[in-house]
């Protein structure tokens, strides 16, 4: 029970702390709000329409009205709208979001793919081909940034090979080239670490002990050794959420890929604020949400985690 109120807790306190950050967007802006979103409009601009833009955002309103204001109406999912296209901003995320998601999935489809296989077999077959592979594809991997990896393979199978689509979407061909540049750079970190949590599994008294009693290898594996090894591949993993996020605007920016990352470059460069405060305020809790979840996930693995909490209450 303690541990669910503080999970609650800590939801809370971030909710409030990001919604006010997102809020003082609009007020840490330089110059006046209004005239920075009517400056966007090439039309002539009245008194009147900057008069009316302020009221609408209850800008002549004392600030603390209006972040209460504006926060009961997040409470309720109610973003406004924005400031360009005078929509929903939260039915532009809602639209966006999806396409997000699968990228994101697919790409992390993409880096288990690559990162299990080389970080297993380079930690069982240390002196092996596959070591040197392993080595190689982390060096290089490393090396190249994200968005020179998407050059390269648009530059080979987009455009020399003719064989995939460079940009848009439309089907699954369309997810392809970005999801190899998200999960083939993603993917050298993980490796290393599920190597190296191999190695240490497999040198612990209770595995050394488990195979003189001539437990088989197999179960050993999957049992022990992989259990163990997924619990800094999970704190990795909720760790690099922020950085899954930024690749993907990266990413979907390259690919013109219609997704959230493109909806924030395209409301930042328009100054519209209301569709960046959605974004802040919508992709700073799915974060922290996956953070939360990799943090129960990381009990069920190990209850061991769970018990040493419970411990420390009692004390």
Known sequence: MYGISKRLAKVLVFFFLLSFFSFMILKL?????????????????????????????????????????????????????????GKSVASGIGKAFPRTLLLALSSITVMFLIAVPLGVGSAFYRDGVINKISEIFNLIGSSIPGFWLGFILVDVFAIK???????????????????????????????????????ESMEQDFIQSAK???????????FHVLRKS????????????GSLMGGTVVIEVLFSYPGLGKLAIEAI????????????LFTGMLVFVINLIVDVLHRFIDPSIAIKEAEQIEI
């Not at 110059?31 to 833009?53: F, K, R, W, Y």
């Not at 997810?175 to 949590?197: C, D, E, F, H, N």
């Open 29 to 85: 802006a330089p110059g006046d709000p209004v005239m920075n979103i009517l400056g966007t409009q090439e039309v002539a601009v009245s008194n009147q329409d900057v008069e009316q833009l302020r009221e609408q955002l209850g800008l002549n309103k004392p600030m603390v009205i209006q972040y209460c204001d504006w926060l009961k109406k997040v409470i309720h999912l109610d973003f406004g709208n924005s400031l360009i296209t």
């Open 161 to 199: 090979l003719n064989l995939l689509p460079s940009m848009g979407v439309g089907g699954l061909k369309h997810l392809i080239l970005p999801s190899l540049t998200l999960g083939i750079s993603m993917a050298p970190p993980y490796v290393r670490l599920l190597k190296t949590s191999i190695i």
């Open 212 to 222: 003189a009693r001539g437990v088989l290898k197999v179960r050993i594996f999957f």
């Open 230 to 241: 997924l619990i800094p591949v999970l704190t990795l993993f909720g760790m690099s959420m």
């Open 269 to 280: 460069t328009n100054r519209d604020y209301s569709m960046i405060q959605g974004f802040i």
